[in-house]
């Protein structure tokens, strides 16, 4: 059975880092493009970064640029956001998201297995 489990979410004042985690099991994860969404209160999935199956390619939406990092752990199983200089616009629920042999869609409906979400709120 395939999971997708993100952990690593919570309260952080403007300026901080988090890491979030995206651990998955069931499935080759290097087969598989993953992606982090961000769902802000009032508002639609957004990507916010993706690494590609196979080479692992990364993109980051213009607005994490030079902040966030996406990394993947083949022997771990897991890929990590690591979110540094956050900001208030950056709270939400983050979501990761897999999608076999993928390219980094940035439409959620093309992703097949979804995370149940973690929350980060950035605020003084």
């Known amino acids: 059975q395939l999971h997708v489990v993100e952990s690593g979410g919570g309260l952080v004042q403007p300026g901080g880092s988090l890491r979030l985690a995206c651990a998955t099991s069931?499935?080759?994860?290097?087969?598989?493009?993953i992606a982090w969404f961000r769902q802000a209160p009032g508002k639609g999935r957004e990507r916010v970064s993706c690494?590609?199956?196979?080479?692992?390619?990364?993109w980051y939406t213009d607005s994490v640029k030079g902040r966030f990092t996406i990394s993947r752990d083949n022997a771990k199983r897991t890929v990590y956001l690591q979110m540094e200089s956050l900001n208030p616009e950056d709270t939400g629920v983050y979501y990761c998201a897999a999608d076999f042999g993928g390219a980094c869609s940035a439409f959620h409906d093309q992703y097949q297995y979804w995370g149940q979400g973690t929350q980060v709120t950035v605020s003084s």
């Open positions: 069931g499935f080759r994860l290097d087969y598989y493009a």
């Open positions: 690494i590609t199956h196979g080479d692992g390619d990364t």
